[in-house]
């Protein structure tokens, strides 16, 4: 097998972490949540091969003609994807992350690099968008959790990677997961959560009319163990005579049987709709599957005229990674319909052909030797308005002033690492007063990590500050955070890195995720500076640990 980007491989061993004992026996396909593990038994593990890119993280192209899932790692949920001619664009739900809204572009599907944020204002928690392009215009429709309401929102550039618009709302405040489509007559609308639509005016801009009923969801057996109905992330799709309507039940997170991928077609956007006879297309069935929670699907068509859809899941044992990207091929029927033919995707899947390949994601480690990549590499927790004023880079050296008390009040600076085990440090120096550290932050109630000030270190966990025993080191330390499927462990040097201390408390982390917290985001390695004055950073280095 061939190597990318002087990549190596490596060996994933999936282990199911969870094994449910209380499900043994409960058979029927898509049925209830079943395990083909004994009572007493774990679950089998599937072993998975990655190459390896940039600072040693997993790379969804395998070099021989096979890609394996994640097509983009990491907390990637609510994928919205365009093809615009030979290239193609996704964008992800950034929920509380900004810059955000950042778009990633391709040229053959499966390899991705991140180009900018489209979003930078922060106007709330950015649920599920839509990218579209219509009549030379890109387009962008974000729905968001906010105070005191929620709205969709509505941007707009000339080109994709901007500048965009200020973000406008459209005053739909009880709505999420808008779809953009345009009707045969050349009507333009706006479909949304639970079976709903709105007309948009010609320039797509605003409302021109009232939210209409047109689509009621399928539905799965009452027997089944799902979160909740919650029909959500509509993606219409104009293919030969039919318009195709992609839509989310089961609910996103909860069970890893919940979520799950419908289809609807009509001849007309203006309906009548009728139901795939396969529904679901796309179902978690067992919790031994390499992905939970599998949904939220779009359909795009290859270089080579086949087609693919996205959608996101939980990696197997791994919430705390966020939904991740995934693709799986389709393949149409003689009767028109079409159904997934990827499996439960732990598997390697040919690629599509044609296209143009280019390097994979990119690197974490940072040596601030320029401008910060605010957006497309790093990012503020819940910022301020002149949030970005906190922070300066160059020269070797990241300065980011203090705020608040803690991580919890201090809008720390994080990345999205999308590997299962890692390892990241970097040279920290504080102000007279002031205290930094590396954090592993999912929200500001929950988070770990280690700070220090002058005098003494500050032990973050649980979303709390803890022990505070001394410090050797004084105002200047390089320190080293290492999670290895969950279990972490600090070191600290007080000589650059040549000799290592362990700090004396480890942690474990498998439960800071989602369906603990809420909120939909994931557990995010960054710095924080709090206090007076300004903490500085330098030479920040990540590294993906082999499983």
């Known amino acids: 097998m061939g190597t990318r980007n002087g990549a190596d491989l490596m060996t994933i061993d999936r282990r199911s972490l969870l094994v449910g004992s209380g499900a043994v026996g409960i058979a029927a396909p898509f049925g209830a949540f079943t395990s083909t593990a004994g009572a007493h038994e774990p679950a089998q593990a599937t072993q998975r091969t990655y190459l390896r890119g940039f600072d040693n993280q997993r790379v969804p192209d395998q070099g021989n003609g096979t890609f394996l899932n994640p097509v983009i790692s990491g907390d990637r949920p609510d994928p919205a994807i365009l093809k615009d001619g030979d290239d193609y664009y996704v964008t992800f739900s950034t929920f509380d992350a900004y810059p955000g809204l950042t778009i990633w572009h391709s040229r053959d599907l499966v390899n991705w690099r991140p180009l900018k944020p489209a979003l930078?204002?922060?106007?709330?928690?950015?649920?599920?968008?839509?990218?579209?392009?219509d009549r030379g215009r890109y387009l962008l429709y974000i729905p968001v959790k906010a105070s005191p309401q929620n709205d969709i929102f509505v941007t707009w550039a000339d080109a994709i990677e901007g500048p965009w618009s200020d973000p406008v709302p459209l005053g739909l405040h009880d709505h999420i997961d808008p779809c953009h489509a345009v009707a045969e007559d050349g009507s333009r609308w706006l479909f949304l959560s639970g079976g709903d639509r709105v007309r948009l005016s010609d320039d797509n801009l605003s409302l021109a009319g009232e939210v209409e009923h047109v689509y009621d969801p399928w539905r799965y057996?009452?027997?089944?163990?799902?979160?909740?109905?919650?029909?959500?992330?509509?993606?219409?799709?104009?293919?030969g005579d039919w318009f195709y309507m992609l839509t989310a039940v089961g609910g996103t997170a909860g069970p890893p049987t919940g979520h799950m991928v419908?289809?609807?077609?009509?001849?007309?956007?203006h309906g009548p709709w009728e139901h795939h006879p396969g529904n679901p297309l796309v179902r978690t069935t067992s919790i031994d599957e390499a992905w939970w929670s599998r949904g939220h699907a779009s359909l795009v068509e290859a270089p080579d005229g086949s087609w693919w859809s996205l959608y996101h899941g939980y990696e197997n044992g791994f919430w705390t990674l966020g939904r991740q990207c995934l693709m799986d091929p389709v393949r149409f029927t003689p009767d028109g319909w079409f159904e997934m033919t990827g499996g439960d995707l732990s598997q390697p899947i040919e690629k599509p052909r044609g296209g143009e390949a280019q390097p994979h994601g990119m690197a974490l480690s940072d040596d601030f030797s320029g401008p910060l990549a605010l957006g497309s590499k790093w990012a503020f927790f819940r910022p301020a308005p002149d949030e970005a004023d906190r922070?300066?880079?160059?020269?070797?050296?990241?300065?980011?002033?203090?705020?608040?008390?803690?991580?919890?009040?201090?809008?720390?600076?994080?990345?999205?690492a999308g590997d299962r085990s890692?390892?990241?440090?970097?040279?920290?120096?504080?102000?007279?007063?002031?205290?930094?550290?590396?954090?592993?932050f999912y929200d500001h109630k929950l988070y770990c990590g280690l700070g220090f000030d002058a005098d003494r270190f500050v032990t973050h966990q649980y979303g709390i500050e803890r022990a505070r025993p001394a410090n050797p080191h004084g105002?200047?330390?390089?320190?080293?955070?290492?999670?290895?499927?969950?279990?972490?462990?600090?070191?600290?040097?007080?000589?650059?890195?040549r000799t290592w201390h362990r700090f004396d408390r480890g942690m474990e982390v498998s439960g800071y995720h989602h369906n603990v917290r809420g909120g939909f985001h994931m557990?995010?390695?960054?710095?924080?500076?709090?206090?007076?004055?300004?903490?500085k950073f330098r030479d920040f280095r990540f590294t993906a640990l082999d499983d």
Do not use: Q
């Open 221 to 239: 057996p009452s027997d089944w163990i799902v979160e909740g109905f919650a029909p959500e992330g509509p993606k219409i799709h104009r293919i």
């Open 523 to 535: 557990l995010r390695p960054g710095l924080y500076a709090a206090g007076p004055g300004e903490a």
């Open 120 to 133: 930078h204002r922060n106007i709330g928690s950015v649920w599920a968008p839509s990218l579209h392009k």
């Open 475 to 497: 105002g200047r330390m390089r320190m080293r955070v290492t999670n290895r499927e969950h279990i972490v462990t600090f070191d600290t040097s007080g000589d650059g890195g």
């Open 262 to 269: 419908i289809a609807a077609r009509a001849r007309s956007l």
């Open 391 to 416: 922070v300066h880079a160059g020269g070797g050296v990241l300065r980011l002033a203090g705020k608040g008390d803690a991580p919890s009040s201090g809008s720390p600076l994080l990345i999205t």
């Open 422 to 440: 890692y390892r990241f440090e970097c040279d920290i120096e504080i102000a007279p007063g002031g205290r930094a550290g590396l954090v592993l």
